[in-house]
């Protein structure tokens, strides 16, 4: 999967092809050289994405070993003076890595030159390297020699995280239940001025909390307690950990396993609401019902 | 609390010294009945006069370009030290002599014992940036003692600076105090540790001098810290942070100027104290659903609970004179009230049944407790928030603010001279400032900080 997705630079390339080159890298792990021929870049193509080139290259190569394998200079009929023919190769190890972890290059040529690695610039004639590419990558090696010219490249496969992706509404498991449905079950309990006593509204409402997460076993809730703004900063969180408390007791007695709720007080430290009215303060005395993740 | 209580608290007069001088005050007390203001004589200038001192400007050493800059932040703080420090009368500048003597030769101690001064003491001397340091010679002269005038003669030497010259005005102060104010050390190097409103409802541990002057933040959390405790050696910083688990105690050092761990598990914790001898750590903590007293030591380990009653126990507060006191919240009867207790748990008093009482501070001399009262508590009820002072010994009490509004979290002076604490004259947590008081004068007040600055906690020294 991952191989598959990081090989697919041009969109536009079939599927054949990806999976020709992802079975290439898989049948030769390491080294992949082969003499270029025109008609190989003629034939392979469309949008001619280099990484598409090398693949059908490689692939041409497992399967064509027979055919000529020399540059159409060194085709002349008069061989025998001839300066030898340059070689290179051109591997990396690993040849798949992860984002931000580095990838060792190693070049050999013979009869060369002047050697030069796109993005990198001339070498040694022989040497290695470490780089750390950002995005799947092909190192190509140009050997020149008195008896021509070489090419040979090697494909780094980056795997670059992707971020999960979030489910539609309502496509989550069903023992969790939606967020939605939570919250329309598990409903905020409100008190009454400094009392952490669950009132008849409050006892109704845990039932019915009760009843959904019993029926919901994989739930884990958080219960915060808040109090108005009046009062002792200090003292206030006391206040709202016994309602968070008084709450969690209410679900508890009602079949819900402790282990399942974490109380947190905030006391008077978060106001949902910040008018100094008493429809406003009975707003922020209450016991929140959240998910807890 | 009977009866006897309210109606005998006009004056609290707990002088430690005489029978007569109670009865003295009692009896002033009966005669001014209709008197709104309450007065609070806590012991700490018993046998000292209050003292006319003139403080003269410094004499500029030189004409360098720095000199008067830091020269008037030096005077303005020394004047602002010895004014404020509650035990001089000090002499208004339209009364002063004419000229600023810089050295012995130059003061003509008659014209400051002579009206229009008539001062006891006269402060002076010179000051300016010499070689690039900043020099101070500062003098205290008994302008009554011709022969041999001189009290007190300090030389400083510090790199310039304004934060150096003001430092240097609260050493020269401090030590003009601890001469004249009965022995007990003044407060002009102390620091008060506050909570500042960010935006978004953040809220950082900030710290300041006891004038207001170099706010700056000491946490840089990004969540809300609150109820900032200093350790009494000036190097540990005590405070609840707000994470996954709600409140948790967190420590700050200040000679690393990083947190250290603290263990809190998932439990919640909150209102630290410490012990005075700076080896324990007094909380509130919550590992069984309900808050309750905890001790410590001051690494978080070895904690054991110290108080039993469901509900509310928080707000400790240790008697610093013997460490074997505490002051705490606790909402066993109703409504949170204010009790003390042994360290170990024993022998709990409560020490108000009306109302709604909040966070404890126990006066340096142990004699006394400041704390937050709203004694018409309720709804409906628009009984504003003010601070007391109660005597430990007799639960007599006095109201030392009148603002309106919501005052909260009164915090001694080492010197115990004075309480800062905060107040908002609408209520409103955002409008939240912090202000000193003088104990024995409550008229005297002041502002240390603009809006947005709450639970104010001053430094042992």
């Known amino acids: 999967m991952d191989m598959d997705r990081s090989l697919n630079m041009a969109p536009d390339e079939p599927l054949q092809s990806q999976m020709d080159v992802a079975l290439a890298v898989q049948e030769k792990p390491m080294t992949h050289t082969q003499f270029f021929q025109p008609k190989s870049f003629l034939r392979s193509s469309l949008r001619s994405a280099l990484v598409l080139a090398v693949a059908l290259a490689i692939v041409s190569g497992c399967h064509k070993n027979a055919a000529p394998s020399l540059s159409p200079e060194s085709t002349a009929p008069t061989p025998a003076p001839l300066p030898p023919m340059p070689t290179a190769t051109l591997t990396a190890d690993p040849l798949a890595i992860d984002l931000g972890q580095s990838v060792v290059l190693n070049w050999r040529t013979t009869d060369a030159t002047n050697v030069t690695i796109d993005g990198i610039g001339p070498v040694n004639p022989n040497g290695t390297q470490t780089v750390s590419p950002s995005a799947s990558t092909n190192f190509h090696i140009v050997a020149k020699g008195d008896g021509g010219s070489i090419e040979s490249s090697v494909r780094v496969t980056v795997r670059v995280p992707v971020a999960p992706t979030v489910p539609a509404d309502n496509t989550a498991s069903a023992d969790m239940g939606s967020e939605a449905d939570f919250h329309a079950n598990v409903q905020d309990i409100y008190f009454d001025y400094d009392s952490y006593d669950l009132r008849a509204d409050g006892q109704a409402a845990t039932v019915k909390a009760a009843s959904y997460l019993v029926a919901h076993p994989d739930i884990r809730i958080v219960i915060g307690g808040y109090c108005d703004d009046r009062g002792s900063a200090e003292y206030n969180l006391a206040l709202g950990e016994n309602r968070a408390n008084a709450a969690k007791t209410a679900l508890v007695n009602a079949g819900v396993a402790p282990a399942r709720i974490r109380v947190v007080s905030y006391g008077k430290e978060k106001q949902f609401c910040t008018e100094e009215s008493e429809s406003c303060w009975q707003q922020n005395r209450r016991a929140q019902f959240s998910l807890d993740q | ?461």
């Open chain 2, 1 to 461: 609390m009977d009866s006897t209580t309210r109606t005998s608290r006009r004056h609290v007069a707990p002088f430690r010294s005489t029978v007569p001088v109670l009865l003295l005050a009692l009896a002033v007390s009966l005669a001014t009945p209709a008197r709104t203001q309450d007065n609070i004589f806590t012991g700490t200038n018993s046998g000292v006069a209050i003292i006319r001192i003139a403080v003269a400007d410094f004499k500029p050493l030189n004409a360098d370009p720095q000199t008067a800059a830091f020269k008037q932040t030096f005077d303005a703080t020394l004047y602002a030290d010895l004014a404020s420090a509650g035990n001089f009368d000090i002499v208004s500048k339209s009364l002063m002599p004419p000229g600023n003597p810089g050295a012995p030769a130059e003061v003509v101690l008659p014209s400051y014992a002579n009206a229009p001064a008539s001062a006891a003491f006269v402060v002076f001397g010179s000051f300016g940036v010499v070689n690039g340091k900043l020099i101070a010679n500062g003098f205290l002269f008994d302008v009554k003692n011709l022969q041999y005038p001189q009290v007190l003669a300090k030389q400083y030497n510090e790199a310039p600076g304004d934060d150096s010259a003001r430092q240097i005005a609260h050493r020269f102060a401090d030590e003009i105090i601890l001469h004249l104010g009965g022995g007990i050390p003044g407060i002009a190097e102390t620091k008060i540790y506050y909570v500042k409103l960010l935006g978004n409802g953040i809220k950082e541990i900030w710290s300041m001098d006891y004038d207001g002057a170099n706010q700056h933040a000491i946490t840089h959390l990004g969540t809300i810290s609150i109820s900032p405790r200093i350790s009494p050696d000036n190097t540990r910083l005590a405070f609840a942070s707000f994470g996954k688990y709600g409140s948790q105690l967190k420590m700050y050092s200040l000679l690393l100027n990083r947190y250290i761990a603290f263990p809190s598990g998932n439990v919640s914790s909150e209102s630290p104290a410490w012990s005075p001898n700076g080896n324990e750590l007094a909380y509130a903590a919550a590992p069984n659903g309900s808050f309750e007293i905890w001790i410590s030591d001051s690494n978080g380990n070895l904690g054991r609970r110290i108080t039993s009653f469901h509900g509310g126990n928080v707000s400790p507060s240790y008697n610093p004179k013997t460490g074997a006191q505490i002051a705490f919240i606790s909402d066993r009867t109703g409504l949170p009230q204010l009790y003390i207790m042994n360290s170990d748990g024993s022998g709990v008093q409560q020490m108000t049944d009306v109302g709604y009482a909040s966070s404890p501070s126990w006066s340096p001399n142990g004699q006394f407790l400041a704390f937050a009262w709203d004694r018409k508590y309720g709804p409906g009820a628009p009984g504003g928030q003010d601070i007391y002072v109660m005597e430990v010994a007799t639960k007599k009490w006095a109201k030392l603010t009148h603002d309106g509004g919501r005052c909260d979290f009164p915090s001694w002076s080492p010197d115990g001279r004075h309480i800062a604490y905060a107040n908002s004259a609408d209520g409103r947590a955002e409008h939240m400032r912090i202000w000193t008081l003088l104990v024995n004068d409550v008229s005297v007040r002041r502002p240390l900080t603009g809006p947005g600055a709450d639970m104010p906690n001053w430094s042992w020294k």
